[in-house]
């Protein structure tokens, strides 16, 4: 728009112009130097032979080839696949039900909608504490079961190699299934009454209009539902360590937890950066997509 | 946001609606369960929890631990408690969230109504930079810290913060004023209005609602950071989560779950507050976007 201008310009319409790329330049520069250059600097890292320091000395694709051979990242992987397809089917399953349910003039909304909504205030430490001792067979619902008579109750998960993992997803769903629904009773909210009458004048039954109309209009909510869900549970760092440290064993490693011990605590950089550049292709192929539809459609 | 009761179109029977209050006060309770039991045992003497029933009311109140974890439990070298930690959240937490709201204003205001050629794509390149995994920034942050003398500072994890908060807070900015009516802005400018002018003028009144939101959204995350502040903090400059998850995680003496219980409440504290104080303009502000996309 301000390029537009034909007019004589003297220095203020210049200053003009100028400003608004003046104003905008150093949030620019802080994005590609922290955000892109780093990313190009880890990249370049992944190819080097760094271990406790970085180093310049290109190795080619060893530490990729390394990568895929550890078994605790072969661990990770297959732990991340079982945690966010879990962790994404439960939380946009509850979300949808939750959303669907208090969109039927239930009373109370007002007092039940900030109940389901508070996890996601509260941190993955929070979260991954309280959870940790409400799992804990020895002070927490297993010994509650005990105490209120149940005695032959388990439910030591948190203490099981094979379990554990899905003690994470109980908490972080938890934390974020609320959020999921606040976003579909959004998109409910938005959905043409008159249009539904009209249908109903039809004949469709509340679960045909449900099937066949409500919930394919919900599609922006559920990609936006699945591309937030995803990239948190690529990211998730903070759960891991609160609530499991990674254990038992390696049992609840993920590709985050991996990234920072090869990093920073076991002295193999090259390795931790590769770990992350795969993290961040994942993320890519979720986000790429997004974004760039996103735009489109903005224009 | 409430509609006429009899302009509804799906109508439930007496059963179904039944059925459907059952399953929502259900899940109320879940997502109440683990705050419920985090209170009333951090009120609890610590017999009370390791020799009884952690769902049972306390027998006997105490506030012990509330002041143990708040002013006297080990954490660091010395038996500070959380209390300097809390504080070095504060001292964090303002001026990021400051420094990246305003910044995420200016920048939505231009992006919007100042768009020059290629302004769509670097909004692009923003769009993605919310969204990267922080892993694939660490180590080159952790050396940029290091050679200007901001490792283990505050100041540091301001920065880090800062930089990392533009993303979301121009994205939130500069979805809102797109919708707000362009010829407004020219006009302002016909009449000779220059670039702050109008920014002061007419876009920041509107800014309210989209403000509380991006204000909201980065204090629970700065808060609730994690990973920047194990990575990036000492022990002088340490944030709130990192020694709650020290706390909790230390493995010397008898572990004192209702100490650990009354650190995990300190800790959310300050959002739970932001949140029951803020929350409902938080989610009026996210359903406003998310309807209209």
């Known amino acids: 728009m301000a390029g537009s201008t034909r007019a004589p310009q003297d220095m203020r319409t210049i200053l003009q112009n100028w400003l608004p790329k003046l104003v905008l330049s150093p949030s620019l520069a802080a994005m590609m130097v922290f955000v892109y250059g780093f990313i190009v600097y880890t990249v370049y890292l992944s190819f080097t032979n760094s271990r406790m320091l970085p180093s310049y000395d290109l190795v080619g694709f060893d530490n990729y080839a390394r990568l895929f051979g550890l078994s605790a990242w072969t661990t990770a992987l297959i732990n991340l696949a079982i945690f966010a397809t879990l962790y994404i089917v439960i939380c946009i399953a509850i979300g949808l039900l939750l959303a669907i349910f208090l969109d039927q003039k239930i009373r109370g909304e007002g007092m039940l909608r900030p109940i389901y909504l508070y996890p996601m205030a509260l941190s993955f430490i929070v979260t991954g504490t309280a959870w940790k001792w409400l799992l804990d067979p020895g002070i927490g619902l297993e010994n509650t079961m005990h105490m209120w008579g149940w005695e032959s109750f388990e439910f030591g998960w948190i203490k099981d190699r094979d379990y554990a993992i899905y003690t994470l997803v109980i908490a972080a769903v938890w934390q974020s299934s609320g959020f999921v629904m606040a976003m579909f009773l959004a998109g409910l909210r938005g959905i043409d009454n008159e249009m539904l009458k009209a249908a109903q004048i039809d004949g469709a039954s509340n679960w045909n209009l449900y099937r066949r109309i409500v919930i394919p209009l919900l599609r922006p909510a559920f990609l936006s539902a699945f591309v937030i869900l995803a990239h948190l549970a690529i990211k998730s760092y903070d759960l891991v360590i609160a609530l499991t440290g990674g254990g038992p064993g390696r049992a609840t490693e993920l590709p985050a937890t991996f990234m920072y011990s090869y990093t920073f605590t076991r002295n193999q950089m090259g390795v931790g950066a590769a770990s992350a550049v795969i993290m961040l292709m994942g993320i890519a192929a979720i986000m790429v997509p997004y974004v760039y539809a996103e735009l489109k459609e903005q224009k | ?293």
């Open chain 2, 1 to 293: 946001m409430s509609m006429g009761a009899q302009d509804q179109a799906i109508r439930t029977g007496r059963i179904t609606r039944m059925f459907i209050y059952v399953v929502l006060i259900f899940f109320a309770l879940f997502y109440l369960l683990p705050f419920f039991i985090m209170m009333i045992n951090s009120v609890k003497p610590l017999e009370e929890i390791t020799g009884g029933n952690m769902m049972a009311l306390p027998t006997e109140y105490t506030f012990a631990p509330w002041a143990s974890a708040w002013g006297s439990a080990q954490i660091g070298v010395e038996a500070t408690g959380l209390k300097p930690y809390f504080m070095n959240s504060i001292l964090m937490v303002v001026p990021a969230v400051a420094i990246s709201t305003i910044l995420g204003a200016l920048n939505g205001y231009i992006l919007t109504k100042w768009q020059f050629r290629g302004s769509n794509i670097l909004f692009g390149l923003m769009l993605f930079s919310c969204f990267i995994p922080f892993q694939i920034v660490l180590i080159p942050m952790a050396r940029v810290l290091g050679s200007i003398g901001l490792a283990g500072t505050t100041s540091g994890l301001i920065l880090v913060h800062v930089v990392y908060g533009i993303g979301f807070s121009t994205l939130y900015f500069r979805n809102y004023y797109a919708a707000f009516p362009t010829e407004l802005v020219r006009a302002a400018m016909m009449d000779g209005a220059g670039f702050f002018r109008i920014f002061w003028r007419i876009m920041l009144p509107v800014s309210g609602p989209i403000a509380v939101v991006c204000i909201i959204w980065q204090f629970t995350n700065i808060w609730n950071d994690f990973l920047f502040g194990a990575s990036f903090a000492d022990l002088d400059s340490m944030p709130m989560t990192v020694a709650l998850n020290n706390l909790v995680n230390s493995s010397t003496g008898v572990k004192a779950y209702n100490v650990d219980f009354a650190g995990a409440i300190l800790a959310a504290l300050p959002t739970l507050l932001v949140y029951i104080v803020a929350g409902r303009y938080f989610v009026r502000g996210l359903m406003a976007g998310s309807v209209k996309g």
